[in-house]
Antibody, heavy 125, light 108 residues
């Protein structure tokens, strides 16, 4: 079955750029949406954004000015870059496979059915 | 922005039924998805499209959605159901991927 694994530095300095990669194994990255979600210590989940395998993206408006998600289909990987980080960006970062569809009323919806184990990123000097 | 409100905690005895609510403005017009997160682990999808269960999720987990409230119901609660539960909707007009505030389920 499909498995996802996050990788990247566990410590990032304030004002620098956080960079993470998610490697997809056991299946193709094609024909699916791929998301990043984060969870600050002791807090709830926050959706960061998604990318379709073709390259189209959608970001959380509150993070949009600092976020870039990209995909490399040849490596079965997708990546997250978050610029100008502060301590508030300290969190566990998850990657996940997403499914986008239109419900019976024609209303769009999206959910995440396979998640990586998560990687902890701390922003500190 | 679209806000999803959940009770911070729900306590239930083993074998009983737990009901976790997710409140949002006219949430019944949207599809609601539910995730279970055990301590130190990644979330797991337990309900999607209001009431559908992914393969491998016990029939004890069910969902409903109407009006301003969606509900995740866990029947015949077991100790292994102790976890945080999050609802999630897609609101393309403002905040696309919105999660609820989360509910901690404690099995007594």
């Amino acid at each position: 079955q499909v498995q996802l694994q996050e990788s990247g530095p566990g410590l990032v300095k304030p004002s620098e750029t956080l960079s993470l990669t998610c490697t997809v194994s056991g299946g193709s990255i094609s024909s699916y949406y791929w998301s990043w979600i984060r969870q600050p210590p002791g807090k709830g989940l926050e959706w960061i954004g998604y990318i379709y395998y073709s390259g189209s993206t959608n970001y959380n408006p509150s993070l949009k000015s600092r976020v870039t998600i990209s995909v490399d289909t040849s490596k079965n990987q997708f990546s997250l870059k978050l610029s100008s980080v502060t301590a508030a960006d300290t969190a566990v970062y998850y990657c996940a496979r997403g499914k986008y569809y239109y419900d019976s009323s024609g209303y769009p919806s999206y959910y995440m059915d396979v998640w990586g184990k998560g990687t902890t990123v701390t922003v500190s000097s | 922005s679209y806000v999803l409100t959940q009770p911070p905690s729900v306590s239930v005895a083993p074998g009983k039924t737990a009901r976790i609510t997710c409140g949002g403005n006219n949430i019944g017009s949207k599809s609601v998805h539910w995730y279970q997160q055990k301590p130190g682990q990644a979330p797991v999808l337990v309900i999607y499209y209001d009431s559908d269960r992914p393969s491998g999720i016990p029939e004890r987990f069910s969902g409903s959605n109407s009006g301003n409230t969606a509900t995740l119901t866990i029947s015949r609660v077991e100790a292994g159901d102790e976890a945080d539960y999050y609802c999630q909707v897609w609101d393309s007009s403002s905040d696309p991927g919105v999660f609820g505030t989360g509910t901690k389920v404690t099995v007594l």
